[in-house]
Nanobody, 115 residues
C-alpha cells in the first residue's frame, strides 16, 4: 500500500491558521475512519482528530473548537483546518487510518507556530 502524503504545513504566528491536506490511497482510505496525528519534539505521537467514513468527528481536548477535520471520499483526501494556532501546536502532523496502521505513516508535514 502507498503511504499517505501530507502537505500544507509551514511557519505561522500565534493566532494564525493553516489547512493541512492528506492524499491517501484507496486501500488506506476507502471505508475507514481517518485521523490526523502529531508528534512534537521529545514527545510521543498523539491523536489530534479523527473522522469516520460517514463524517462523524472526534477531537482531542487540546484542539477542540480550533481544528476542523473533514474528508472528500471521492478524492481520497482528508483535511485539517487549524485556526487560533498556539505555540504548543508545533509538531509534525501525519494522517493515517484511525486506529492507526503500522507501516502506513507518511513523511508528515511540519507545523511551526512562533512569533
Amino acid at each position: 500500500q502507498v503511504q499517505p502524503v501530507e502537505s500544507g504545513g509551514g511557519l505561522v504566528q500565534p493566532g494564525g491558521s493553516l489547512r493541512l491536506s492528506c492524499a491517501a490511497s484507496g486501500s488506506i482510505f476507502s471505508g475507514y475512519a481517518m485521523g490526523w496525528y502529531r508528534q512534537a519534539p521529545g514527545k510521543q505521537r498523539e491523536l489530534v482528530a479523527f473522522i469516520t467514513s460517514g463524517g462523524n468527528t472526534h477531537y482531542a481536548d487540546s484542539v477542540k473548537g480550533r481544528f476542523t477535520i473533514s474528508r472528500d471520499n471521492a478524492k481520497n483526501m482528508v483535511y485539517c483546518q487549524m485556526n487560533s494556532l498556539k505555540p504548543e501546536d508545533t509538531a509534525v502532523y501525519y494522517c493515517n487510518r484511525f486506529p492507526a496502521v503500522a507501516g502506513s505513516w507518511g513523511q508528515g508535514t511540519q507545523v511551526t507556530v512562533s512569533s
